[in-house]
């Protein structure tokens, strides 16, 4: 089955932008979706088809997906952004269609 | 407000089965396909089964296949995990959501852990 692939950690200081990776064979061709997950909490959508954003969601958070790459760009990192992050796509040639990354977690320094 | 609440979990033994519920309200059940995900303690979230919105088209992951079963009854706007043969590598937090360019609403997830 498709494999995505994450770093486990990414730190920023406040006000500074925080950039995540997702990588997956291909993954341009996807529509990639990103999910924010605070302690003790279900996850949250926050960026789905590549870089539209669901009601409610700061403009801060940004995504792009091209090549081999699909990016989750948080600007003016604020305190409250400190959470895991995980990318998902879905698969259609397979009959495992959803996949999630591994996730990344971010820290606010 | 659009909402999902899921129910069900608690302890069981190995090789116990039980039935996790997600029940909807704030939209019709019947125009959504659904998921099921899970998290294990410190873990990542896996994708566990799929159904679609009039229950025709189902995906089960290959971690639960031939031991979990997705279904759905629209009209009480419920959806189902059917959960036998259980081990300890199923003890996670069980979640519903609802698709919807992505997964647009998720429940709050219901603990199940499988101990002896």
């Known amino acids: 089955s498709y494999v995505l692939t994450q770093p486990p950690s990414v730190s920023e200081a406040p006000g500074k932008t925080a950039t995540i990776t997702c990588g997956g064979n291909n993954i341009g061709s996807k529509n990639v979706h990103w999910y924010q997950q605070k302690p003790g909490q279900a996850p949250v959508l926050v960026v789905y088809?590549?870089?539209d954003r669901p009601s409610g969601i700061p403009e801060r958070f940004s995504g792009s997906n091209s090549g081999n790459t699909a990016t989750l760009t948080i600007s003016r990192v604020e305190a409250g952004d400190e959470a895991d992050y995980y990318c998902q796509v879905w698969d259609s040639t397979s009959d495992h269609p959803y996949v999630f990354g591994p996730g990344t977690k971010v820290a606010v320094l | 407000q659009v909402q999902l609440v899921e129910s069900g979990g608690g302890l069981v033994k190995p090789g116990g089965s039980l039935r996790l519920s997600c029940a909807a309200s704030?939209?019709?059940?019947?125009?959504?396909?659904m998921d099921w995900i899970r998290q294990a303690p410190g873990k990542g979230l896996e994708w566990i089964a799929y159904i679609s919105s009039d229950g025709s088209i189902i995906y089960h992951a290959d971690s639960v296949k031939g031991r979990f079963t997705i279904s759905r009854d629209n009209a009480k706007n419920t959806l189902y995990l059917q959960m036998n043969s259980l081990t300890t590598d199923d003890t996670a937090v069980y979640y519903c959501?609802?698709?919807?360019?992505?997964?647009?609403?998720w429940g709050q997830g219901t603990t199940v852990t499988v101990s002896s």
């Open positions: 088809d590549d870089s």
């Open positions: 704030g939209f019709a059940l019947r125009d959504h396909y």
């Open positions: 959501a609802r698709v919807y360019y992505g997964m647009d609403v």
